[in-house]
Nanobody, 121 residues
Framework: QVQLVESGGGLVQAGGSLRLSCAAS????????MGWYRQAPGKQREWVAG???????NYRDSVKGRFTISRDNAKNMVYLQMNSLKPEDTAVYYC???????????????WGQGTQVTVSS
């Protein structure tokens, strides 16, 4: 069984920074794409940033230049460095990853349980 566990959320003032981490654990034979999503109260979950196994990155427009996604393939971890935070970044942030749990299997998508990020004005 694969688990994704996020950490690093919290309360920060506007303009501040936070660094989210997500650790994948369990029987893992490889991780393809990894990413971060967020869900604000009363809104649908939205994609924030993604990173390929080769390190290629992509961001939603509203976080470009402020957020940076990275990964450590040796540790099965993905990170989200969030700078210049705004109140509209307030949400529960979820880690997502495509994981291979059997050497010859296809990748299966997994979600973390989420970590709360609150940005005060």
């Amino acid at each position: 069984q694969v688990q994704l566990v996020e950490s690093g959320g919290g309360l920060v003032q506007a303009g501040g920074s936070l660094r989210l981490s997500c650790a994948a654990s369990g029987v893992i034979f490889g991780i393809d794409g990894m990413g971060w999503y967020r869900q604000a109260p009363g809104k649908q979950r939205e994609w924030v940033a993604g990173i390929t196994s080769g390190g290629g990155t992509n961001y939603r427009d509203s976080v470009k230049g402020r957020f940076t996604i990275s990964r450590d393939n040796a540790k099965n971890m993905v990170y989200l460095q969030m700078n210049s935070l705004k109140p509209e970044d307030t949400a529960v942030y979820y880690c997502n990853a495509d994981v291979r749990v059997i050497p010859t299997s296809r990748y299966t998508n997994y979600w973390g349980q989420g970590t709360q990020v609150t940005v005060s004005s």
